[in-house]
């Protein structure tokens, strides 16, 4: 099995910890989590995806958004420049510890931010981030810690 991501899930994963649009969503989420975190790998896919899956019921669910299209375009050409190699829709990617922390390090250094303009999260993944991590839910690095 794979996990279906669309490319900003990419980032979005890195600081996953158990919060979400509502109830349904988290459930979902933290399913992925456990699917990421049991080996599976990961496909990049156009549109809406496995963690999109709850949202889907609402027309107006912001996955539909031409903005969240963009933030995928520009998710991938930065992972693609901070990875040295371009990942594309369709491609497989292994969430292996390398490939976790690779981003993770990106992520904290800024490198990959500029994807995240716009998102309603941005103030959360940063004190997620300044933590260094602390209480992810995706490949856990550190001993759980609550991130208000």
Same mark, same amino acid.
């Given at each position: 099995?794979?996990?279906?991501?669309?490319?900003?899930?990419l980032l979005c994963m890195?600081?996953?910890?158990?919060?979400?649009?509502?109830?349904?969503?988290?459930?979902?989420?933290?399913?992925?989590?456990?699917?990421?975190?049991?080996?599976?790998?990961?496909?990049?896919?156009?549109?809406p995806d496995d963690i &999109?899956?709850?949202?889907?019921?609402?027309?107006?669910?912001? !996955?539909?958004?031409? $903005?969240?299209?963009?933030?995928?375009?520009?998710?991938?050409?930065?992972?693609?420049?901070?990875?040295?190699?371009?990942?594309?829709?369709?491609?497989?990617?292994?969430?292996?510890?390398?490939?976790?922390?690779?981003?993770?390090?990106?992520?904290?250094?800024?490198?990959?931010?500029?994807? &995240?303009?716009? &998102?309603?999260?941005?103030?959360?993944c940063d004190r997620i981030?300044? $933590?260094?991590? !602390?209480?992810?839910?995706?490949?856990?690095?550190?001993? $759980?810690?609550?991130?208000?």
């Amino acid at each position: 099995m794979t996990v279906r991501l669309r490319a900003h899930h990419l980032l979005c994963m890195l600081t996953y910890v158990g919060k979400g649009y509502t109830p349904g969503f988290t459930v979902n989420y933290d399913r992925v989590a456990e699917r990421l975190n049991g080996g599976e790998e990961i496909e990049i896919v156009s549109g809406p995806d496995d963690i &999109c899956a709850p949202l889907l019921g609402d027309d107006a669910a912001h !996955c539909f958004k031409e $903005s969240v299209n963009r933030r995928d375009a520009n998710a991938l050409a930065v992972v693609a420049e901070w990875l040295g190699e371009t990942p594309k829709t369709g491609d497989r990617i292994k969430p292996d510890k390398a490939f976790i922390d690779k981003l993770r390090s990106g992520f904290q250094q800024g490198h990959l931010r500029k994807a &995240c303009s716009g &998102c309603e999260w941005t103030s959360l993944c940063d004190r997620i981030s300044e $933590s260094n991590f !602390c209480g992810v839910k995706i490949a856990p690095q550190m001993a $759980s810690k609550v991130i208000r």
